[in-house]
């Protein structure tokens, strides 16, 4: 410790105190920053301690090394060692009539003056005091002091050395007999004592490492070895010590004491502190000079099997304890707070820092993250609702709101999503009207077509023939119009498609407009009149808007520059708008005058207005491009859509393997497995549900409702999906045969062949034949017994004990009696004894152990997952 | 936003791994302190400790589930050389009331002459398949050919990957079309080289082969793990290493059907952050892959999150011991941070700060 140089100390009693120490002693008092905030001279350690200033001495000059009394009184005891080798004793922030009174500036002056280089408490008999000292020719270096010891007058010491050093003291707090002198014509650089014994004292001389014990002094074991300094026992494995020289730490099992079982890495600087860490095992900190990181030592020690020459794995880490990266001078380890250290740097800027230990994480399958830290476990979980929540936790939800079940009313589908997202919104809307034009062709009997509309819009104007052409005049005016405008029966059916038109042979956007109106998409519904010609009926639109609640105003403006309108090629108004109509913020707004600005057959500002919904931008050019504009223009959107994954672009590619192309760029894009697997499942039976890709979803959807424990989410999924996949249906799980005659005992299974399902009503259903239902039907030999009732199974269950008045209620009805599960075959598969199911409930509802006499199976806990509750059940 | 609470884990040393199981009802920890726990949750949606139990005679590394259609399996690898086998069994009457389970060692596995630092089950269409990789750098899969005995494994495959192994990750994609395939770490740190293999299973030869070594990966990896496939038309993989790297394996279409040799895979970094500064030591992937949780030396964990456009950013940073970061640290460690990734970090800190008073650490997203 040269003068500049701070070291840190931490009181070995008080968690809340420590000292530092460079030319004086300061001793401080850590705090949370709560309570010292208002305290003036506090200092900010972390975000959470400060740290104040107790007391400061600086009686005791020339430090060189100082070390804390180990015992609870008397408090705040400190033995200084100084440049002259003597050994003073101090305090700090003591009242003055405290029990260290007569302690207070007591001396220990060795025989000639040298540095002392370091000093050791004795941990068990605290008045013992060790001094490592440099060199002085044949002197010894290692003292022991009797702290309780009174001065006495030694004879072995030269008068005038006692006169020169009770000079400057009061006589009586001198001593100078040590109790005991080790390490003759040595010097001493580091001292511990070792925690096996007592009277053990681990030493780093000049040029080895040196036991002594004081039972025996002239006995000690030494190894020879440079790394001498620092020498510091391992608390949590009293064998283990760690010393340094330069930049290399050894670490020394003292069973095998005659070389290092391990060195560590060589430091390009030399080391100024190693520590063990106390609260935690094999964890030893290291600094270099002048550097601005410790490094941590991890060591996980193997089981020692005797002989074996394990070596220890060492995981290596740095940290950097000050955020503003500067050097660190010391550090010190909390007592007791689990890996938390003071550090502080060569101003003494004192950093409050805890290490923190690897974590080690894993997420569960509902969005909850567990992490573990040191020895403690935390769980995260997902908070309250958001807008963008994660999709597994918005699957979740969808699920539990039966999303992708509306089979009539397709588009409400989007609502059970939470009804917040365009994309799902076209998509289910998109598949609505599907639905509804195929259905109307079916009605037709116009089967032809009926398969086209599932295959997209992009099929169906590529089919189209027989497109007229006509320029019809402006709505309200009798002016016509340049602009061609053309038709077909392909072209109006990609329209309704787009829901612009409804049903029927007449042409009418107006209960679209009315539709939009009332959702107050006032732009969209003023281009939506624009694109059909009808100015006066887009103002109206725009007027009304404007006068909403929550009306833009800005609206009206924009109906008088669309009232404006003028086809004069080189009118000012059509140089303004197609200049001016760029800064318009709204979308619909720009592509209204786009529209009106562009030439006739070229809409590019309205086709590439990518803000612009993709079902608008499709209608628009089916409308206005001709029969080799539209699939080229068609084409290049689908293929827009596929690249970006977007749904609305289902409405060009339908359920086709186009679509299934698009929906891969989805799930690529957002893992949204629930929406492709109910989305491919709409259509007709095609070969697109065949597609592997399609299947995989599938199966991973499933998975995902069986790792949420939505087991009748799935349940009824796979119904949703047998119905549109009939070759999705499982086969029967479980047949059960006569134990005689050996066939099957199932009615239904007998007089349907093998087609499934057949579990659920074996031996209690009502049959046609409606023979006895307790008996084999093959053989008619009787079927086992319940092992309750001590009946044949397929005898109605007529009460289950212990489950009173719900089921008389059932009982009412015969026909539901029979049906119910209570009636059911049920057995163990493990013991195979087994009875009516109502039966076997009630009964494991009080005992674990089978009904059946001898028998200790324990049917009812053999399956966890079986006792694992759905998370869905409604 | 997310909410972080603390759990009296009791173990007596350091929790080296966490793991749910499929439903997320049960979950294992392992220690230092040479024992596994597992752990129920309640329907109050509390944690009970309901075993605990010595397994290995050294540092427990990792502690993995089986699939629930296997039974409530367990498997465990430790600094003594050795993996096990754990499986639970109906235990004496009253246990159940107790509440607690009782574990029993079905096998020990003991291959490997290094410590054996991780272990994980294969995807359970391959199978009841265990696969452990050890320091000596050696991946050994093993498989129970029968699912009622699990006292009878065999060892199917040894691979060498001539690097210390420290981690491994199988593939989760159940699809036919992707053959079995692993990805091994390294934290070699004396070796200039890539320091992620990939392994894939070939069906004619009935061995596995490297397909790929992420080259670009040189420093020690501490952990790997596959995203959930989910019917994606690529592979992810998150690395941690001394920084978090999440790579796009995109298989490329074969020419011809009937190839021998391993599939060929466009790799892409997706992201790379340095936002923790230091080394990063754990990664995994939540059950839809779209948000990744790591944690690093810096004693915090972060959550990211992509973008409908494939951006990554931070969407959250919980410190360790679950307050929230505020203040300057974590400002300290965006400023610290250089290179592309210096504006994420900036979102990063603003994600983290979060107002002091708060009796739980809650995370906003940046």
Known sequence: MSGSKPDILWSPHHVDRYVICDSELSLYRIGSIGSAERKAGTLPLSEETAATLLAINSDTPYMKCVAWYPKHEPECLLAVGQANGRVVLTSLGQSPNSKCKELMGKEFVPKHARQCNTLAWNPWDSNWLAAGLDKHRADFSVLIWDISSKYAPDVSVPMEKIRLSSGDTDSGLVVTKPLYELGQNDACLSLCWLPRDQKLLLAGMHRNLAIFDLRNTSQKTFVNTKAI????????????????????????????????????????????????????????????????????????????????????????????????????????WHPSAQNRMVVVSPNRAMTDFTVFERISLAWGSTTSLMWACGRHLYECTEGAAE????????????????????TVQVWRNHLLAGGDDPQLKSLWYTLYFMKQYTEDLAQKQQGSKQ????????????????????????????????????????????????????????????????????????????????????????????????????????????????????DEKNSLWREMCSSLRLQLKKPYLCVMFAFLTSEPGAYDGVLYES??????????????????????????????????????????????????????????????????????????????????????????????????RFWHKR???????????????????????????????????????????????YGVSGSPTKSKVTSCPGCRKPLPRCALCLMNMGTPVSSCPGSGKMDEKVDLTRDKKLAQFHNWFTWCHNCRHGGHAGHMLSWFRDHSECPVSACTCKCMQLDTTGNLVPSDSS | MFVARSIAADHRDLIHDVSYDFHGRRMATCSSDQSVKVWDKSDDGEWHCTASWKTHSGSVWRVTWAHPEFGQVLASCSFDRTAAVWEEIVGESNDKQRGLSHWIKRTTLVDSRTSVTDVKFAPKHMGLMLTTCSADGVVRIYEAPDVMNLSQWSLQHEISCKLSCSCISWNPSSSRAHPPMFAVGSDDNVTYTGKVQIFEYNENTRKYAKAETLMTVTDPVHDVSFAPNLGRSFHVLAI????????????????????????????????????????????????????????????????????????????????????????????????????????????????GAVSAGRPKAQLMPG
């Open chain 1, 229 to 332: 300094q620092g020498v510091t026992v391992d608390p949590h494995f009293h064998e283990r010590v760690a010393s340094f020289f330069e930049g290399q730490v050894a670490i020394w099992d003292l069973r095998k004491f005659e070389k290092p079982v391990l060195t560590l890495t060589e430091q390009p600087k030399p080391l100024t502190k190693v520590a063990w860490c106390p609260t935690r095992t094999g964890l030893l900190a290291t600094l270099t000079r002048d550097s601005n990181v410790i490094r941590l030592y991890d060591m996980q020690h193997a089981p020692t099997p005797i002989g074996d020459e394990t070596e220890p794995t060492i995981i290596e880490r740095s940290v950097q304890p000050c955020s503003d990266n500067s050097v660190i001078s010391s550090f010190a």
């Open chain 1, 451 to 566: 398969s086209l509309i599932y295959s997209g819009i992009k099929n169906i104007v590529k089919s189209s023939s027989g497109t007229t052409e006509n320029r019809r005049c402006w709505r309200g005016s009798d002016r016509q119009t340049d602009v061609a405008r053309y038709n077909s029966e392909e072209r109006s059916l990609a329209l309704q498609l787009c829901g612009w038109i409804g049903r029927g042979p007449e042409v009418d956007v107006e209960p679209f407009l009315k539709s939009l109106e009332q959702e107050g998409e006032w732009e969209r519904a003023a281009a939506v009149a624009l694109f059909n010609l009808d100015i006066r009926r887009a103002i109206q639109i725009l007027n009304r808007g404007a006068s909403s609640e929550k009306g833009d105003l800005n609206l009206n403006v924009v109906a008088m520059a669309l009232s404006g309108y003028t």
């Open chain 1, 387 to 406: 807008r963008d929540r994660d999709i597994a936790t918005k699957m979740r939800q969808r699920a539990q709101n039966g999303y992708g079940h509306d």
């Open chain 2, 240 to 351: 941690a290493t001394k920084d978090v790297r999440i790579f796009k394996l995109v298989p490329l279409r074969r020419e011809t059907t009937t190839t021998s040799g391993p599939t060929k895979f466009e790799v892409q970094v997706m992201a790379q952050f340095d936002n923790h500064n230091s080394q990063v030591w754990r990664v995994s992937w939540n059950i839809t892959s779209t948000l990744l949780a790591s944690s690093g030396d810096d004693g915090c964990v972060r959550l990211w999150k992509a973008n409908y456009m494939d951006n990554w950013k931070c969407t959250g940073i919980l410190r360790g011991d679950g307050t929230p970061v505020n203040g300057t640290s974590g400002q300290a460690g965006a400023a610290n941070t250089t290179g592309p990734s210096g504006t994420l970090a900036s979102q990063a800190a603003a994600g």
């Open chain 1, 715 to 761: 349940a009824e999924f796979d119904i949703h999906r047998s119905k549109l996949d009939p070759s999705s249906k499982p086969l029967a799980q479980v047949f059960v045969s006569c134990n005689f005659c050996g066939k099957s005992i199932s009615y239904s299974c007998s007089a349907i062949p093998h087609q499934g399902r057949g579990f659920s009503q």
């Open chain 1, 611 to 708: 803000s612009v919904a993709v079902r608008d931008r499709v209608a628009f050019a089916c409308m206005f491009l001709n029969d080799t504009q539209l699939p080229r223009y068609i084409d290049k959107l689908t293929n827009e859509m596929k690249e970006a994954g977007n749904l609305e672009g289902i409405l060009l590619t339908g359920l086709t393997k186009d679509g299934v192309d698009l929906m891969e760029s989805y799930v690529d894009h957002t893992g949204d497995v629930q929406t492709a697997s109910f989305c491919l499942l709409m259509g007709s039976p095609g070969e697109v549900v065949k597609d592997t890709r399609v299947q995989c979803w599938i199966e991973n959807y499933r998975n995902l409702l069986d790792a949420w």
